[in-house]
């Protein structure tokens, strides 16, 4: 079954952005753009408006996702978000 980045995510509990992090990571996406890597699992799907990826379910035999990698990407995501914050209060001031 093919899934998007969000629903393979909410499998391990992760949202979208973090999913896409590990896929980057781990080389099947290069910060949005697809891969050779990628293209053994995941697949450009199109509708009228978007396109996006989808993903192979064999996809998780691949991935390296363990509750320490994941304590660590949340916090990575809060300090990116943390330091977007401190910059927008410099522009504004």
């Known amino acids: ?5 969000t629903i393979l995510g909410s499998e ?8 896409t992090l590990i896929l980057n990571e781990e080389g099947y996406l290069d910060n ?7 293209t053994k699992y995941g697949k450009i799907q199109s509708r009228p408006n978007y396109w996006f990826i989808s993903w192979d379910d064999e996809i ?3 991935l390296n996702i363990s509750e320490d ?3 660590e ?3 990575a995501t809060i300090d990116a ?12 001031t």
């Open 32 to 38: 949005g753009v697809i891969t050779e890597k990628e």
């Open 81 to 92: 978000k943390q330091k977007i914050m401190e910059l927008n209060l410099k522009l504004k």
């Open 73 to 75: 990407l949340r916090q």
């Open 12 to 19: 391990y509990g992760l949202t979208y952005s973090e999913m």
């Open 60 to 62: 998780k035999n691949d």
């Open 1 to 5: 079954m093919r899934k998007s980045a």
């Open 69 to 71: 990698r994941i304590i």
